[in-house]
């Protein structure tokens, strides 16, 4: 994985989504190993995450995000990974209250507060959310599956997620499930990620897509705030919605510095 023996490694959380960051600016990672990943992200053996994150120079941009699943696989976005990534920018003192970065799915503009554990970061646009019976399957960046439910809370979401995303339809490329029930003015959310392949306590792109299916649903239009409950906190997604197209979308919420310390790396990773 890197000709460094010890890899130095940085750990945040937002609401809960939790993952490593390293500062790869000079490349002295290279990264391409599922399996030394996945180590790496492994719970018990490991140090433990949602996923692991490399910070990249990129030309045009203040950096480039580069993550991948605790499966050690390259992953699509990660909406509360983008945030946290912004934190640990602001951390390396590589961007100030505000930025544009380069992740998998394009460009990304972002803002975080004078005190650093705010982060708002703007998502894709969308404009086409589909049908599978009740529920509704959009991409905010990774694919998504949207479907509401009650009593929430003492669902098994694991058993009801892993159903979803193995069935014929989806089995191939996989897609992260996203159960909702209204919650004052918004929403309880609870989401079974891919490539995690379990209920993690928070998902960015999943509360988007669920925060951009409900107002479908509810025939709301204009600039719409959607505030958010998953098992890790709290969220809100704001966005603009002309009955077309949803655009000027963001993701809000915490991005929290945990730890930092440092792994050896075994010969040959």
């Known amino acids: 994985m890197s000709d460094i023996s010890t890899l130095h490694f940085y750990k945040y959380q937002g609401a809960g989504n939790d993952f490593i960051l390293v500062d790869n600016r000079n490349m002295a990672v290279n990264h391409h190993n599922p399996a030394f990943i ?5 719970r018990r053996f490991g140090i433990g995450g949602d996923g692991m994150m490399f910070l990249q120079t990129k030309e045009g941009y203040d950096f480039e995000m580069v993550y991948y699943n605790s499966d050690g696989n390259p992953s699509s976005m990660c909406g509360n990974g983008g945030r946290c990534i912004v934190a640990f920018a602001r951390h390396l003192g ?17 803002t975080i507060s004078g005190s650093g554990d705010w982060v708002s970061l703007q998502m894709i646009d969308v404009d086409e959310i589909k049908n599978d019976g009740d529920a509704f399957v959009l991409n905010t960046g990774s694919p998504h599956y949207v479907c509401r439910t009650s ?6 979401v694991f058993a009801e997620g892993r159903k979803i995303r193995y069935n ?16 004052g003015e918004g929403y309880f959310v609870r989401t079974y990620e891919r490539g995690v392949e379990d209920e993690t306590y928070a998902c ?15 025939g709301q239009k204009g600039e719409i705030s959607t505030p958010v409950r998953v098992l890790g906190g709290n969220l809100n997604i704001r966005f603009h919605y002309d009955g077309q197209r949803f655009t000027n979308v963001f993701l809000e919420g915490p991005a929290e510095f945990v730890f930092e310390g440092g792994i050896k790396i075994p010969a040959g990773s």
């Open 94 to 110: 590589v961007i100030g209250e505000e930025t544009n970065f380069l992740a998998v799915d394009g460009p990304h503009y972002a």
């Open 151 to 156: 009593e929430l809370a003492s669902a098994d």
């Open 38 to 42: 996945a180590a790496l992200c492994d």
């Open 168 to 183: 014929d339809r989806y089995k191939e490329k996989g897609i992260n499930v996203n159960l909702v029930e209204p919650e």
């Open 204 to 218: 960015g792109t999943g509360v988007t897509a669920v925060a951009l299916a409900m107002a479908k649903q509810n």
